[in-house]
């Protein structure tokens, strides 16, 4: 299967800097060694596995700390399945990130509790300040206006648009239907834009410097 | 206020280079994380049978084809020895073939030969 399907959408660019079929199949066949019992698929999964699951969380929830808690616990259920890992049930990543995304979602629950003004500023804890500084200002600028966006058009412009999965793969990781998906990315891209500009034309930004 | 000029086809393309930006510089993992991932991963796998882990231990299929062989083979020659039996020391040279007789206190076989 190619990475990205048209999912009978209009035709837009989508990155494909990851080869996802590939990625998949070494997926596949390390999680199939790691549960006969091959000590170096366990380390090589979990390096494959990890940075995929923290960077959707961290992306999600805007906060190391959360972030890390929830690629922790998402990978310990998955190493918890791997003896019963049903190869055609679903493919590794899709299913750790449905995990991911429901772990985040809980997360955001929780914070609800708490004031507005702490949802809407993204958190900047230690370890994520040097990664910020690596992202450069327009990548800041897109983290803030993604965590201002509804939940669950964040998870879908994330995934569609940074993680590059296709639609399909999407609708199944946050349980919708392709329809919404398209729905969910649309209006997610179109809130990011006017966001985006609003907060060039307030602090003076330039975008075209990057 | 300028909306209209703002949700231009510029900014579109601002926002598909941000997520260039994002996808190239993803969150980098805070030091540690993928240490107790891999401690979480060793806990809970999986121990392979017994069969495999010796399977394993002898070096795979390789290994397990070289010992049948060389089981195969021991058993052979317990039943239909060679005829002229194959010495190691003239194998690499070491001794004449015909001065077996004189090697007898060197081999330790000696008490074998003068009583038989």
């Known amino acids: 299967m190619p990475a990205q399907e048209p999912d009978g959408e209009r035709k837009e660019p989508v990155k494909d800097t990851y080869d996802h079929s590939a990625a998949r199949d070494a997926d596949a066949a390390l999680l199939a060694r790691y549960a006969a019992g091959d000590a170096a698929a366990a380390r090589l999964l979990a390096a494959r596995l990890s940075p995929r699951a ?19 616990e998402a990978l310990l259920r998955l190493w918890k399945q791997a003896a019963n890992w049903d190869e055609g049930r679903a ?6 990130y449905r995990v991911v995304a429901n772990l985040c979602t809980d997360k955001l629950r929780q914070r609800r509790t708490e004031p507005l003004d702490d949802i809407d500023a993204p958190a900047d804890p230690a370890p994520s300040a040097e990664a910020r500084l690596q992202d450069g200002a327009r990548h800041d600028a897109l983290q803030a206006a993604l965590l201002r966006l509804p939940e669950r058009q964040r998870q879908a412009v994330i995934l569609r648009h940074i993680e590059g999965l296709a639609n399909g793969e999407i609708a199944e990781i946050l349980d919708v239907g392709v329809e919404a998906v398209e729905s969910l990315t649309a209006r997610g891209k179109k809130a990011l834009t006017a966001d985006l500009a609003a907060q060039r034309d307030a602090l003076g930004y ?5 | ?6 949700m231009t086809q510029r900014d579109a393309f601002d926002l598909e280079a941000a997520f260039d930006a994002a996808c190239a510089a993803p969150p980098q993992m805070p030091d540690g994380l993928l240490a107790r991932v891999a401690e979480d991963a060793q806990a809970y796998q999986p121990q392979p049978p017994l069969w495999r882990r010796i399977f394993a231990a002898v070096g795979g299929a390789a290994g397990v084809g070289g010992l ?3 089981t195969a083979l021991g058993f052979w020659f317990g039943f239909t020895p060679p005829q002229t039996s194959v010495d190691p020391l003239v194998l690499i040279g070491a001794v004449e073939l015909a001065a077996e007789d004189d090697m007898t206190d060197v081999l330790a076989f000696g008490w074998y030969s003068e009583e038989g």
Do not use: K
């Open chain 1, 206 to 210: 330039d975008d075209d410097t990057a």
């Open chain 2, 68 to 70: 049948v062989t060389a």
């Open chain 1, 91 to 96: 493919q590794a990543s899709t299913w750790l």
């Open chain 2, 1 to 6: 206020m300028h909306w209209g000029m703002m």
């Open chain 1, 54 to 72: 923290y960077a959707h969380a961290y992306r999600v929830l805007g906060d190391g700390a959360e972030a890390e808690d929830v690629t922790q």
